[in-house]
């Protein structure tokens, strides 16, 4: 059990040990497995459906492991607002990028400073795809740089922040100053924040391949998917605080902790296999965060979502 710590504010905050905190944690999962297992059983049973809703489709659209990582990657940190308006950022980039990303001649890649998704310019989409091509280059891969920054015994989320940090050097133009796009493109793990857009490209490149997550990652340094965290979206967190998964409020660092040690408690060593089921009950109108009798009658989640049971007991 030494790889499935209680998070440490839970020790602190709610539970005076260990055997309480899993004693608490098994009473809950004993009346939410079953209807998260349904809930992974439909999106499994749903397959490519649902993955092209999802950004990670783009990355499918290629086949060599470095353009899949460096798209991939340009479509996690592209991953908020609007699904509809984050799909045409990336058909943008991609028609940019054509068929061999990494071998995009200049005058071409040039274009991408004419995009902007919401408040992030194209220059910072230009500033990552240089970055990610310097990494490569002197790594190998994307995977490789963060499993040299695992191999002086740092744990996943200073690991991650130390990859972080090196893909920002060489992202940057040689004597200009760092876009300020690209650090809310690539957030800082070491914060507060629950750094959801590069949990979810840890997510593709760990996990799989399963058809949604690519499971590119293997080898030395590279992380398992027991060690992977939640990438807390609004509508995993929203869940999570509906069914009971979540008491905090906050979609900080400390609740993704929390949801993801609930989620281990029923696959230890593939928590994660649940986010994506989880996320794209909201971001396909599967839930529309409030009781709806017509939609959620048919969600495997509706007994034991709190909005739903207490409309079912009115």
């Known amino acids: 059990m030494s790889g499935d710590p209680t998070p440490a504010h839970l020790l602190l905050r709610r539970y005076s040990s260990e055997a309480r905190a899993r004693a608490a944690r098994q009473r809950r999962l004993e009346r939410l497995a079953p209807a998260l297992l349904e809930t992974a059983r439909r999106a499994e049973a749903a397959g490519r459906g649902l993955r092209e809703r999802d950004p990670i489709a783009f990355a499918h659209r290629y086949q060599a ?19 509809v308006a984050i799909a045409g950022t990336l058909e943008r980039v991609v028609a940019i990028l054509g068929p061999r990303p990494r071998e995009v001649e200049a005058g071409r ?6 995009l902007r998704h919401r408040w992030v310019s194209g220059k910072a989409l230009r500033a990552l795809h240089r970055g990610v091509l310097r990494v490569q280059e002197e790594a190998g891969s994307l995977g490789a740089a963060l499993g040299r920054a695992r191999r002086d015994g740092r744990d996943l989320r200073e690991a991650l922040a130390t990859w972080r940090a090196g893909l920002l050097l060489a992202a940057r133009p040689r004597g ?13 793990p070491r914060g507060a924040g629950a750094s959801k857009r590069l949990h979810l490209f840890l997510r593709w490149m760990v996990r799989g391949p399963d058809g949604v997550d690519l499971g590119l990652w293997r080898g030395e340094g590279a992380p398992r998917p027991s ?7 609004t509508h995993v967190h929203w869940l999570a605080r509906a069914i009971g998964l979540l008491e905090r409020r906050d979609a900080g660092w400390k609740s993704a902790e929390e949801i993801t040690w609930m989620l281990r408690g ?22 529309r965060h409030r009781h709806v009798a017509s939609i959620c009658r048919e969600c495997p989640l509706a007994t034991v979502c709190r909005p739903a049971l207490r409309a079912a007991s009115r």
């Open 109 to 114: 890649l040039s274009r991408l400073e004419g």
């Open 266 to 287: 029923i696959d230890p060593e593939d928590p994660l296999r649940f986010d994506f089921p989880l996320a794209h009950l909201g971001i396909s109108g599967g839930c």
């Open 65 to 83: 492991p470095l353009d899949r990582e460096l798209v991939a990657l340009v479509a996690a940190t592209l991953a908020f607002g609007n699904a």
């Open 176 to 188: 200009e100053e760092e876009d300020r796009g690209l650090r809310y493109l690539l957030s800082d």
């Open 227 to 233: 060690e992977l965290i939640v990438p807390l979206d």
